[in-house]
């Protein structure tokens, strides 16, 4: 299902997709040269696909308890706009604030940092699921099937990262530079 924004100044320009049923996913540390000092890489995967990656500080994956918060399927959101090469957004996993929130009475520093997922919640109240950034996805333009539609585009996009019919971003871009 997508939803384009409202007009509202604090949401980010772009369309929104959720998926209907809950996905299940593993997330994992991931050995990769491209990972900042500090940080680990950490992919997820649908099966034995990835289907994103992302960087995360160290003392996040260290105490984030990755296979408590994906011990169950959970919903995906992609957040999407025009952009880059084409169109570009961030997939994130429907978590339980709880599992990403350490054992002990306070929460660690980093959960601040972690976007919320805000249902309907009392003043005060704390929202108890948060949004965890499994990736950025990508499509060229060229490769775009609804270029007068975002939303039913990130839509399509989703649901061929969930299906495999994807390629790399890199491979498409420098098909593009070569004129392949």
């Known amino acids: 299902m997508s939803e384009p924004n409202a007009s509202d100044d604090s949401v980010p320009d772009g369309t929104v997709t ?5 996905i299940p996913l593993s997330v ?3 050995a990769d040269e491209r990972v900042p000092d500090g940080q680990v890489g950490v992919a997820a995967y649908l099966g034995d696909r990835m289907i994103a990656r992302n960087a995360f500080p160290a003392e996040f994956v260290e105490q984030a308890r990755l296979e408590e918060l994906f011990s169950e399927p959970v919903p995906l ?3 999407a706009g025009v952009g880059g090469p084409g169109i570009e957004g961030t997939l994130f996993a429907v978590v339980s604030r709880a ?3 350490a ?8 959960s601040a940092s972690v976007p919320s997922f805000e249902p309907v919640v009392g003043e005060g109240e704390e929202p108890p699921q948060a949004l ?3 990736g950025m996805l990508v499509r060229v333009e060229r490769d775009r099937k609804f270029p007068d539609d975002l939303a039913k585009e ?3 996009l989703l649901q061929s990262v969930l299906t495999g019919k994807t390629s790399e971003v890199i491979d498409r871009l420098l098909d593009d530079l070569l004129g392949t």
């Open 18 to 22: 959720l998926t209907t049923t809950p």
């Open 28 to 30: 994992r540390p991931i």
């Open 77 to 79: 959101v992609f957040h």
């Open 99 to 101: 599992a990403l929130e």
């Open 103 to 110: 054992e002990e009475d306070d929460a660690e520093p980093w």
């Open 132 to 134: 965890l950034p499994l």
């Open 154 to 156: 990130a839509a399509d």
